[in-house]
C-alpha cells in the first residue's frame, strides 16, 4: 500500500493536485514527496511498481470527503530503475490504465532512455539528484498537458455522445431506419445525400456518419453552399492563389483540403449553380482539383456527404440540377422525415433537449408539466427538430419551477394546445407481408441483390471501375470478377 497522502497545510494552488512519488529508495521518496507538500501539492509514495499501480487503483474507486467522489492522481513521479516490474514497464501500465501524467526519474540517464520514456508517453525525463527549479518547471509543464489532453478527451467523449448514433433521438420506424444506414454506410467512403426540410438534423446525421466511421480523428467540415455567394463559393471549396481575383490578398487553402483524410458535409447542394455542379462532379470522380488561378493539381482523401432541402429529382426534371451529378451523388440517400409526421418522438426529443440544456445552465429541471408536453405534441414544427431544441432552451431558461410548465412554452405552442395530433404521425408502419420460405442457396439469393448495388454504383461512378471499387470498398479484381459473374459488361446493362 502507498503511505498516506500527505496534504500541505495551506496550498499555493488553486486546485490541488495529487502526485504519487515512486522509488524503491524511501528516503528519495520522502523527500520529493516532502517538497511537493511544500510546494503545494498532496503527495503519495510507493516503493515498488506494483504498490504504485494498487495505490493508482485504489484512488480512482475510493470516495472521500462529503463529495463523495473519486480522487484520482494527477500525476506519477516514477524511478526508472526498480526490482522486479522497471518504471519503464509502469509508464506503459499508467499510459494504458490509467489518466495520469508521467514524470520519469534516473540515477544514471542516457539519451535512448530518454527517448524511449518520450515515446511512452512520459512528460519529462530528469536525472537525480533533482534539483528543485528544474521538478518545479517540470511538474507545471506535465500538468498543464495533462489538462490539455484530459480536455481533449473530454471533448472527443462529448463529441462521440452528441454526434454519435446516441445523440440521435427518436422511436418512430423512420429513425430506426437511419440508425441502420448510418451503421451501414460510416465504415465506407461511399457519398452519401440526405434530404429533407431544414431544421430535421442533417447536419447531425453527417457527423454521425463521420463520428462512427473510421475518419472520426480527421477533419469534420461543414459548409452551407447557399449562405456563400457563388462568386465565393469555388474559392471557399477548392481553395485560390494570392492574385487569383480582386482582393485575393494572399493563399488560401479551401474546405476540400481541409476536410482531407476526413469528412464534408455539403449542406444546400441543391443551391450551386450549374457551372459549380461541374467541379463538384469532377472533384468527386476523380478526387482532384486546381485552387483558383492555379494550374496545380491537389489529390485528396476527402469522404463526402451532401444534403438538399429541396427535391433534386424534380430540379433535375426542370434543368436546374445536373443528372449526371444527381447520379454520381445519390450512391446512398437517406431521406429525414419532419418533425410533424413523427409527433410520437417529441416528448423523447424535448426530454433530450431539457437535460442538455438544464446541465448547461447549472439548474436541476425534472422534466415536463402533463400539458406541457401534451401542448408540444400538438405544435406542428415548422422549424423541425432545430425549433423544438429552441423552444425547450427557451423554457429551461425562463421557467421558475423544477418542471417545465405549459405557460412556460412559448406562445404559438400553446395556441395550439387544443388542436389536433397529426394523423399520419400516430399511423404505425404497415407490417411487412412476409413471403413463405422456399429453400434456396444463399449465394443464389444475395445475386439479384449485389447485382443492383453494383450496377448503381457503376452507373454513379460513369462506368469508371477504379472509382466504384473505391466506393464499394473493395479491389478493383473483385470487382471484374463480380461483373463477370452477373454479367454486368457494360453500361447496356
Excluded at 527517448?115 to 511538474?139: I, M
Excluded at 455539403?266 to 476523380?286: F, G, T
Excluded at 404559438?412 to 389536433?420: D, F, H, K, R
Excluded at 441483390?449 to 473505391?470: C, G, H
Aim: glycine share 6%; net charge negative.
Amino acid at each position: 500500500m502507498a503511505t498516506e497522502t500527505k496534504t500541505p497545510p495551506a496550498s499555493k494552488n488553486t486546485a490541488t493536485h495529487k502526485v504519487l512519488v515512486v522509488d524503491d529508495d524511501p528516503i528519495i521518496a520522502e523527500s520529493l514527496a516532502e517538497f511537493l507538500m511544500r510546494e503545494g501539492y498532496e503527495a503519495a509514495t510507493a516503493f515498488d511498481a506494483a504498490e504504485a499501480m494498487e495505490a493508482l487503483a485504489e484512488a480512482e474507486q475510493h470516495t472521500d470527503g462529503p463529495s463523495r467522489v473519486p480522487h484520482p492522481y494527477d500525476l506519477a513521479i516514477c524511478d526508472v530503475s526498480m526490482p522486479g516490474m522497471g518504471g519503464m514497464d509502469l509508464l506503459a501500465h499508467i499510459q494504458k490504465e490509467h489518466d495520469a501524467a508521467v514524470i520519469m526519474l534516473t540515477g544514471y540517464g542516457t539519451i535512448e532512455s530518454a527517448v524511449e520514456a518520450l515515446r511512452l508517453g512520459a512528460s519529462d525525463y530528469l536525472t537525480k539528484p533533482v534539483v528543485d527549479s528544474e521538478l518545479r518547471v517540470s511538474l507545471e509543464r506535465a500538468l498543464g498537458q495533462h489538462k490539455l489532453l484530459s480536455e481533449n478527451r473530454r471533448l472527443k467523449q462529448q463529441l462521440a455522445g452528441r454526434y454519435g448514433l446516441e445523440g440521435i433521438v427518436g422511436r418512430d420506424h423512420r429513425v430506426q431506419r437511419i440508425f441502420e444506414l448510418i451503421e451501414a454506410v460510416a465504415p465506407s467512403r461511399t457519398t452519401v445525400l440526405m434530404t429533407g426540410e431544414s431544421g430535421v438534423g442533417k447536419s447531425l446525421i453527417a457527423r454521425a456518419i463521420h463520428q462512427n466511421s473510421p475518419r472520426r480523428n480527421e477533419p469534420f467540415v461543414e459548409i452551407s453552399c447557399g449562405s456563400i455567394p457563388e462568386t465565393l463559393l469555388e474559392s471557399e471549396l477548392f481553395g485560390h492563389v494570392k492574385g487569383a481575383f480582386t482582393g485575393a490578398h494572399a493563399d488560401k487553402a479551401g474546405r476540400f483540403l481541409a476536410a482531407d483524410g476526413g469528412t464534408l458535409f455539403l449542406d444546400e447542394i441543391n443551391s450551386a449553380s450549374p457551372a459549380m455542379q461541374l467541379k463538384l462532379l469532377r472533384v468527386l470522380q476523380e478526387r482532384r482539383f486546381e485552387p483558383v488561378g492555379s494550374n496545380e493539381t491537389i489529390e485528396v482523401d476527402t469522404r463526402v456527404v451532401l444534403a438538399s432541402n429541396q427535391d433534386l429529382e424534380a430540379l433535375v426534371a426542370d434543368g436546374k440540377f445536373r443528372q449526371d451529378l444527381y447520379y454520381r451523388i445519390n450512391v446512398v440517400k437517406i431521406e429525414i422525415p419532419p418533425l410533424r409526421d413523427r409527433v410520437n418522438d417529441v416528448p423523447m426529443l424535448a426530454e433530450h433537449f431539457l437535460k442538455r440544456h438544464s446541465e448547461e445552465l447549472g439548474k436541476a429541471l425534472l422534466g415536463f408539466a402533463d400539458d406541457a408536453i401534451d401542448a408540444l405534441r400538438r405544435y406542428s414544427y415548422p422549424g423541425n427538430v432545430r425549433e423544438l431544441e429552441n423552444i425547450i432552451e427557451r423554457a429551461a431558461v425562463l421557467t421558475r419551477t423544477p418542471s417545465i410548465a405549459l405557460h412556460d412554452l412559448p406562445p404559438q405552442v400553446i395556441e395550439n394546445a387544443t388542436g389536433p395530433l397529426t394523423p399520419a404521425s400516430l399511423r404505425e408502419p404497415e407490417p411487412e407481408v412476409e413471403a413463405p420460405w422456399v429453400p434456396t442457396p444463399l449465394a443464389e439469393a444475395l445475386r439479384e441483390p449485389e447485382k443492383r448495388i453494383i450496377a448503381k454504383a457503376l452507373k454513379a461512378n460513369n462506368w469508371n471501375r477504379q472509382a466504384t471499387a473505391d466506393d464499394l470498398d473493395i479491389n478493383r479484381t473483385t470487382l471484374y470478377k463480380k461483373m463477370k459473374a452477373l454479367g454486368l459488361d457494360g453500361p447496356e446493362d
